[in-house]
C-alpha cells in the first residue's frame, strides 16, 4: 500500500479534529478525501505530509512509518495544500527552479520548461506569479507538487479557481497522473470525485464515515427514485398509500418521482399496480442518486 492510516487521531485541547481514523491507499488508484468544512480533510493530509504531527496512531507512506522517516517519506509525495503558498515575487520559471534545487534535482532547466508544458502555463511563464489569476496560480502548485516526480500526491482543492478549460485540462493532468501514481485529493466539486475517482472516502467531524467505490457510494442512500409518466391524472394519495412508497413528488399533471425505501427495483411492483388500475404508465426510469445527495445525507446524519 502506498498510504496506511491507522487509528490516528488528532486533538486540540478538548476538541477532536481527527478521531480514530483508519484507510489504506493502494499504488495506482485515485480517491477523493471528502467532508463538510472542518470535518479534518486538510488536517489529515497536512499529517500524511508529515506538516504537524498526529495525536496518536500511524502513517505509512511507502512502507516508511512518517514518525521516523519524516524526510524520506517527503521525497516521495507531492503536496498542494488548500491555501497554495507562493513567492508572488518571483517569476513562473524562477520559483520552480529554486523548488528543484530544494529536492536536488539534475537537469533543471529541462525539468522546469518540461512541467511548464505538462500543466499549461506556458503563456505566463516569463511573467511573476503575483501578477497571475488565481486558476494559473493553482497550476504553479501543481507543478510544484510534480517537478520530483512523487510517488504519491495529495492534492487539498487543486481546481479551486479554475475556468471550465481550465478544469478539463487539470483533471486530464490527474487522471494521468493517477495511473502510475497515488493521488489523494480533497474537493467540494462533487462531479470532480465522479469523474476522477474510483475510489471516494467520506469524513464528518473528525470521524470516518464512508469509504468505497464510488460508483457503489451511490447506493447508499437506502432509497429507489422511480421517475413515472402515467396517461391521465391520478391523485397524489393513491400513490402515496402504496405500500412499498415513502413519498412521492409531483412534477407535473401526468409526471412523478416515486420515492421507495431499500435498493429493490419497484418497476416489477408498480407494473402489477398499474395493471390492477385505471391508470396505464407510459414511461418509467430508476432515477441515478447523485453523490451530492448520499454525501448530504451522510454528513447531516453525523452532525
Known amino acids: 500500500m502506498s498510504i496506511v492510516v491507522k487509528e490516528v487521531t488528532k486533538q486540540y485541547g478538548s476538541q477532536w479534529a481527527l478521531d480514530h481514523v483508519s484507510f489504506e491507499i493502494p499504488k495506482g488508484q485515485i480517491v477523493g478525501f471528502l467532508g463538510p468544512n472542518g470535518a479534518g480533510k486538510s488536517t489529515m493530509m497536512k499529517i500524511i505530509t508529515s506538516f504537524i504531527p498526529p495525536s496518536s496512531g500511524s502513517i505509512e507512506v511507502n512502507g516508511l512509518d512518517i514518525s521516523d522517516n519524516s524526510m524520506e517519506t517527503r521525497r516521495v509525495i507531492g503536496y498542494l495544500p488548500e491555501h497554495n503558498p507562493l513567492y508572488l515575487e518571483m517569476y513562473v520559471r524562477e520559483y520552480l527552479s529554486f523548488i528543484a534545487g530544494i529536492y536536488q534535482l539534475s ?16 503563456i505566463e511563464a516569463h511573467k511573476k506569479i503575483g501578477t497571475l489569476s488565481k ?7 501543481l507543478a510544484q507538487a510534480l517537478i520530483h516526480d512523487p510517488q504519491v500526491l495529495i492534492l487539498d482543492e487543486p481546481t479551486s479557481g479554475l475556468d471550465p478549460n481550465q478544469l478539463i485540462e487539470i483533471r486530464g493532468l490527474i487522471k494521468e497522473v493517477g ?23 467520506i469524513i464528518n467531524r473528525g470521524k470516518l464515515v464512508q469509504d468505497g467505490e464510488t460508483q457503489s457510494l451511490k447506493q447508499l442512500g437506502g432509497q429507489t427514485i422511480l421517475q413515472l409518466e402515467l396517461d391521465q391524472i391520478v391523485n397524489e394519495k393513491v400513490l402515496s398509500q402504496l405500500p412499498f412508497v415513502l413519498k412521492v413528488n409531483r412534477i407535473t399533471d401526468f409526471q412523478w418521482e416515486v420515492v421507495a425505501k431499500g435498493d429493490e427495483d419497484i418497476r416489477i411492483k408498480m407494473a402489477d399496480w398499474a395493471a390492477s388500475s385505471p391508470y396505464r404508465i407510459l414511461t418509467m426510469n430508476v432515477k441515478e442518486q447523485r453523490l451530492e445527495d448520499v454525501f448530504k445525507d451522510l454528513t447531516s446524519a453525523q452532525s
Not at 486558476?135 to 502548485?141: A, D, L, M, T
Open 107 to 122: 537537469n533543471v532547466r529541462s525539468k522546469v520548461e518540461a512541467m511548464i508544458e505538462r500543466v499549461g502555463l506556458g
Open 179 to 201: 495511473k502510475e501514481k497515488t493521488v489523494m485529493f480533497s474537493t467540494h466539486i462533487m462531479q470532480e470525485v465522479e469523474a476522477l475517482c474510483q475510489r471516494t472516502i
Open 135 to 141: 486558476g494559473y496560480r493553482q497550476r504553479i502548485g
